[in-house]
Structure formats: structure tokens, C-alpha cells
């Protein structure tokens, strides 16, 4: 059983910086591809990031490439989402999520454990 908390989420203004974190409880955080998604009003669940278990293998969303990093440090049982660049269409409530493996990472099937989500609100 994993846990998820995110925080960090915030508002700001568009061109600008935040970082989000996801802590996790349990023991075998190292043992999973934790992914990043987000929902706006209205619209269904959207693939962000994810980065797999070492950390060694990163993937993204086309509309965040470039703008958005995703880190983890399996010591503190945390993933990060840094988001620079921010746009007014970044403005959703984003949810980090663990997997226990699968390669389908973008999909929100693969994903067995979420957290409750922390909302970003970009302003133009």
C-alpha cells in the first residue's frame, strides 16, 4: 500500500516558476514508476510525466516538453515536478501516481496508487 500527498501547487502568473512535490509513505517507493497527471474542469485526466523506479528514464507530454522537469529521490520517498514557463492552459489539479510497472507510463489505467491532487492556477 502506498500513500500519496502532493503540495506545492499554487497561483501564478504566466511565464512564471513552481514546484510540486509528492511525498509517499511505504517502503518500496524505489519500486515504482510514479507518474504526474493533471485535470481541468470539465475535461478528463491527462498525462503529464513520469520517470521510472531509478530515476533513469524520463518521459513527457509534448505540451510540457521543454518547460517541465520530473525528479525523484528515493531516500525521501518524493517525486518533484518542476514547472517553468507556466501557461494560463497549465491551469488544472494535478495528481502524482505510483505504478508498479507496465510501459503503457502515459496511461491512467497503469497507475494503482494516486494522490489527492494540489491545484495550479496560471493567470494571463
Known amino acids: 500500500q502506498v500513500q500519496l500527498v502532493e503540495s506545492g501547487g499554487g497561483l501564478v502568473q504566466a511565464g512564471g516558476s513552481l514546484r510540486l512535490s509528492c511525498a509517499a509513505s511505504?517502503?518500496?517507493?524505489?519500486?515504482?514508476?510514479m507518474g504526474w497527471f493533471r485535470q481541468a474542469p470539465g475535461k478528463e485526466r491527462k498525462f503529464v510525466a513520469a520517470i521510472s523506479w531509478s530515476g533513469g528514464s524520463t518521459y513527457y507530454a509534448d505540451s510540457v516538453k521543454g518547460r517541465f522537469t520530473i525528479s525523484r529521490d528515493n531516500a525521501k520517498n518524493t517525486v518533484y515536478l518542476q514547472m517553468n514557463s507556466l501557461k494560463p492552459e497549465d491551469t488544472a489539479l494535478y495528481y502524482c501516481?505510483?505504478?508498479?510497472?507496465?510501459?503503457?507510463?502515459?496511461?491512467?489505467?497503469?497507475?494503482?496508487?494516486w494522490g489527492q491532487g494540489t491545484q495550479v492556477t496560471v493567470s494571463s
Open positions: 501516481a505510483a505504478s508498479l510497472g507496465g510501459s503503457s507510463y502515459y496511461t491512467v489505467h497503469e497507475y494503482d496508487y
Open positions: 511505504g517502503r518500496t517507493f524505489s519500486s515504482y514508476t
